[in-house]
Structures are given as C-alpha cells and as structure tokens.
C-alpha cells in the first residue's frame, strides 16, 4: 500500500496554504460557504491521491458504499432499534478496515487500503453508533459528506468529532472574529507544527535515529530517549499543521496533544496525548464496556469493569495500529499500566506523597520513562534485537 503524508514537505504545505486563501479571503469578509470547503477538500484529496491513481478509485468506492451504508441504516433505525441489525451494520462498516489490518501488506490491502482509511474509519463508526443511540435526528448529505472527506487531517487526524464539525461549519463568524481566534492562530498552529516537524524531528531522525540501522541493546538507551522524542515532535508537528489548515479554513479543531511529558500519570499521560484518539476511544469503547458489563452484571464492581475496560481499550488501540506483536505488547503494556494507576490513586500513601514537595517532578520523569519504554515497544525494536 503506497503511503503518501499530507504534510511531508514544506511544499505540500505551501500549496495547502494556497488552497485556503478563497475561504481565508471570504471569511475576511465576514461570510462562509459550506460548498467552498467541500470543494477544496475535494482537490487537497485530489492532490493527495492523484485523480487518475487506483487510490482515487478505492477512495470513491469506499466512499459510495459507505455513505450509502450510513444512510440506510439512518432510515431503518428510524422504525427499529434492533441491536442485531446494529451490529450487523457496524460490523459491515469495519470489514473493509478489518482486512487492510488484519492483511498487512497483502493482496487484500493493496485492493482496498488507502491512505486515511483509518481515520475516516473513526468518523464511519461513530455516525453509525450516534444513529443507533438516537442522537442524530437529521443528516444533510452535504454535511455528511463534508464532515468524511474534510481533508486537513484525513490521512493521520485529529480525528474531528461529529457534533463540533456541523457546530463549526454552521455558525457564521464575523470578520474580527475569525481574524482574531482563526487566522492568526492557525498560522500559529502551522508554523509551529512545521518546526517540530522538519526541525527537531528532522534532527533526531537524521543524527541520531539513523545511525540505529542495526540494533542493537548498546544502542537501546539512545534509541529509547531519541524514538520517543522523534515520535512526538513528528506527530505532533502534523498535528498542529493539519488543525491550523482547518482553523484558516473557518473549523475549529481540538489540540491533538497538551504537553504529554508533563503527566505525572499514565492516565493524565493519556489526556494529553492522541487526545482526539484516546477520548474517541473512552466515549465509544472504554465507557460502553464498562456500562454494559455492569448492567448485564458481569462486574458487580465498578472498579472491576473499569480496570478491564482499560486493558480491553488499549488492546484494541494496540490491534488497530496493526496486527503485530509489538503493537498487541504497546496496547497491553499499557492497559496494565492504566489499571496499575487506577489502583495506586486510590490509595492512602499516594494521597500522602502527592503533598510532598518534589513529587511533581519525580511523578513526571517516572511517567516519561514508564512512557518511552512503551515506544521502544511500539517501535518494534526489542523484537528486533
């Protein structure tokens, strides 16, 4: 499966920025247009897959069918709430995501697999379960479609929920405003994004992480700190570049990490890193598991069912990044590691050491190391000494 980044190039970035200036140019003049987003959505992805390419094709399939998936589902949820024909539903929905994961580099994923499938995924599945809880009442197509192919953060997120993107692409916002709290910090966010990206990132990769070709465990220590470092100014460098696009482009999004090295937690870890992913996964995994095992009295204790939630979210948060080993240790690393907190911060000794005066900083760098070691990992490079 050919993979091609949104952001991977100073270039990409520039045209981008061009692509915008009719929405920056109308929002100036207090005005917005839903149609004027959809269209330059439509030529980023363009520009992302190519028009003539097989991926433009697969886009486009997919994209019928499950759109097409959707809105039936929405007329029969309509006159039944059948939790079989949910699921079923469901089911069909994740197929096509299942086979490029669970195919690798196959047949499979060469047939089907384009890049964004994941995160376009996320939005599928969270549509399907709102109309099944009943809070989707309306479904304008041109929302509907606007909301799927959003192209500042389809191939890598933030995964943009719902209820904020038809919030943002409704209201009208006038000139000052959107000078104020869009244009200038989206420039912000993008400037930003692309120093960490092709500055720091750039540098760890280049001198340090390169000269890792044949692992090692002499090389463990430097790679430990390196990959984690790498990993986070890259990541969040695409981040802050795709949310400050959509920003110029008149949409808010949600910072997809708030300062993540400075948990003193895995949990708090956790709220501040992959926020869009890690709160989508607590809002449609983490709570409906722990909800329904206590309802049909599989836990009669709530800190049972929650500790088990924990190390079923991250499983299948390990799962979705592929079927690896390396990935099934991150998610269960993890999990273990979340319910390991969940017990210590109910007891009396943590409430006693939270008060002392260095706990701040030793809790941080505790929780950086239990965190770098989770990107050793993730990396695959324990396997591969």
Not at 53 to 60: D, F, L, N, P, T
Not at 149 to 158: D, E, L, M, T
Not at 263 to 283: G, M, P, Q, V
Request: proline share 2%; with cysteine; hydrophobic share 50%.
């Amino acid at each position: 499966m050919i993979q091609i980044e949104q952001y991977n190039s100073l270039f990409n970035i520039y045209i981008y920025i061009l692509l915008v200036i009719p929405v920056v140019i109308i929002s100036l003049l207090g005005k917005k247009s839903k149609i004027l987003n959809l269209a330059i959505s439509v030529v980023m992805l363009s520009l992302l897959f190519r028009l003539e390419s097989i991926q433009m094709r697969e886009v486009c399939v997919f994209l019928i069918c499950e759109l097409l998936l959707i809105y039936i589902y929405f007329l029969i949820r309509k006159k039944t709430d059948s939790k079989w024909i949910y699921y079923l539903i469901l089911l069909i929905s994740i197929l096509p995501l299942a086979i490029v994961k669970f195919s690798a580099h196959g047949k499979f994923a060469d047939v089907i697999g384009f890049v964004g499938i994941s995160y376009i995924s996320f939005k599928i599945w969270e549509l399907i379960i709102q109309i099944y809880d009943g809070r989707i009442e309306r479904m304008k197509f041109i929302d509907t479609l606007g909301f799927l192919i959003f192209a500042p953060p389809f191939s890598s997120g933030p995964i943009m929920r719902y209820d904020l993107f038809i919030e943002e692409s409704s209201k009208s916002i006038d000139r000052k405003e959107y000078f104020y709290d869009y244009l200038v910090p989206g420039i912000k966010k993008i400037i930003l994004g692309a120093f960490y990206k092709f500055s720091i990132a750039f540098i760890i990769n280049e001198y340090i992480l390169s000269r890792y070709t044949e692992l090692s465990a002499k090389g463990a220590i430097a790679y430990f700190y390196a990959y984690t470092l790498y990993l986070f100014f890259d990541f969040a460098g695409y981040s802050l570049m795709a949310v400050g696009t959509s920003y110029l482009m008149g949409i808010k999004m949600i910072d997809n990490f708030n300062k993540p090295f400075l948990a003193r937690n895995i949990k708090e870890f956790w709220e501040r890193w992959h926020i869009s992913l890690s709160t989508w996964f607590n809002d449609f995994l983490f709570s409906r598991f722990v909800l329904r095992n206590m309802r049909n009295g599989r836990f009669k204790d709530t800190k049972k069912a929650a500790r088990w939630g924990y190390v079923v979210t991250m499983m299948t948060m390990g799962i979705w990044h592929g079927l690896y080993l390396h990935y099934i240790l991150y998610g269960l690393y993890h999990g273990i590691w979340l319910v390991l907190t969940d017990k210590w911060l109910k007891t009396k000794t943590f409430r006693k050491v939270k008060k002392m005066k260095y706990y701040n900083l030793i809790s941080r760098l505790i929780t950086f190391h239990i965190v770098a070691f989770g990107m050793l990992i993730f990396s695959g490079f324990l396997i591969s000494i």
